[in-house]
């Protein structure tokens, strides 16, 4: 399945999962929610491979979700383009079943890759991505593995006009540059190292 550069998808909305198809990503429930959508302009596409690919591509085809394709890897030389096509980026993790609290603090690297291209994140994740999408006004959240809930948000950022998505991938890229740029980590890394080397002359 080739990839259509917005200008040729017409009045569709794309809605895109970039990376690992794993136990961790949930990405059945991507699945599960584009068989659930009711606006007849979403399109779904996951990029990518892993563990869970084969059970996902199953359930598809049994769900019948027709609006959802599987592009798997791409070369990075393609992966801008993938990227500008897309209206807003997909972001999902499994539950904590565990009791571990590293899925409710963690926030993977692939929403830092969303929002560094200006992207609006539809996150379906019980932990802490999850609170900063909704806080920061860059997207829009649901529960863990919550397929409805991922449906109606898609359903819901679909209807939205092209401003207030455009505000949303705005927020995304101010929300980088702002908190987890590179010059912003060397910034938080100075200032700890400042803060250890006077706790160091205090205790002198």
Do not use: H, W
Request: with cysteine; proline share 3%; hydrophobic share 40%.
């Amino acid at each position: 399945m080739s990839i259509l550069p917005s200008a040729q998808r017409g009045d569709e909305v794309t809605f895109t999962f970039a990376g690992n198809i794993g136990g961790n990503q949930a990405v059945q429930t991507i699945v599960r929610a584009s068989s659930l959508v009711k606006n007849p302009r979403v399109r779904v596409q996951i990029v990518g491979s892993g563990s869970r690919l084969e059970e996902c591509r199953a359930l598809a085809s049994e769900l019948g979700a027709s609006n959802l394709v599987f592009l798997g890897r791409l070369p990075f030389e393609k992966m801008p383009g993938l990227y500008a096509e897309s209206d807003a980026m997909l972001l999902t993790l499994a539950r904590n079943t565990n009791g571990s609290l590293v899925p409710v603090y963690t926030i993977p690297r692939k929403f830092q890759s969303y929002i560094a291209a200006g992207k609006p994140v539809i996150c379906s994740s019980d932990g802490s991505v999850a609170k900063i999408v909704e806080q920061e006004g860059c997207g829009i959240a649901c529960g863990a593995e919550d397929a409805e809930g991922l449906a109606t948000a898609m359903d819901r950022f679909a209807a939205m006009t092209e401003d207030s998505r455009r505000g949303m991938g705005d927020r995304s890229r101010v929300l980088y540059q702002e908190q987890f740029s590179r010059s912003k980590f060397f910034e938080r890394l100075e200032q700890i190292l400042q803060d250890m080397t006077q706790g160091e002359r205090d205790r002198l």
